[in-house]
Nanobody, 116 residues
Framework: QVQLVESGGGLVQPGGSLRLSCAAS????????VNWYRQPPGKERELVAV????????NYADSVKGRFTVSRDNTKNTVYLQMTSLKPDDAAVYYC?????????WGQGTQVTVSS
């Protein structure tokens, strides 16, 4: 079955960096685009970044452009989200997401806290 496992979250000071990972299994990983979403406390889940199947194309929410970089390693079935210049507004639970045969799958999420 499709499984997505996020890791790498934690507490970071404003201006700091974190790298999130999403390890995937149960499907032909290299065929699918993968999305990163986040859900701040009390707010709706929002799309943060997308990486296409080969990693050759990426897209970002305006709020993270120039600060976040999404990438993937198809030999490791893993997608990464490198986050720099973190702000308190970036605090959220971060999820990876993939749509396989029209069904959407989510990981359990990883918490990112940005605070001094």
């Amino acid at each position: 079955q499709v499984q997505l496992v996020e890791s790498g979250g934690g507490l970071v000071q404003p201006g700091g960096s974190l790298r999130l990972s999403c390890a995937a299994s149960g499907f032909t990983f290299w065929l699918y685009s993968v999305n990163w979403y986040r859900q701040p406390p009390g707010k709706e889940r929002e799309l943060v970044a997308v990486v296409t199947s080969t990693g050759g194309d990426t897209n970002y929410a305006d709020s993270v452009k120039g600060r976040f970089t999404v990438s993937r390693d198809n030999t490791k079935n893993t997608v990464y989200l490198q986050m720099t210049s973190l702000k308190p507004d970036d605090a959220a639970v971060y999820y990876c997401n993939v749509k396989v045969y029209g069904q959407s799958y989510w990981g359990q999420g990883t918490q990112v806290t940005v605070s001094s």
